[in-house]
């Protein structure tokens, strides 16, 4: 399968500032803005923030 420019790679960066990552892919045409999620970060011990870094 071919990689689409609809849903491309994105980083999720914790806002604890510890600097763990996700990696993850969006759909760019339901969400276009940057996404948001609250997941766990191991570094920190608890679940927080994560924003899309461009």
Not at 12 to 36: C, F, I, Q
Request: proline share 6%.
């Amino acid at each position: 399968m071919a990689r689409s420019e609809v849903r491309p790679v994105v980083l999720l960066r914790s806002t604890a500032g510890t600097g763990h990552t996700y990696v993850t892919r969006k759909n760019r045409r339901n969400d276009p803005d940057r996404m948001e999620l609250r997941k766990f970060d191991p570094v920190a011990g608890r679940h927080v923030t994560f924003r899309e870094a461009r």
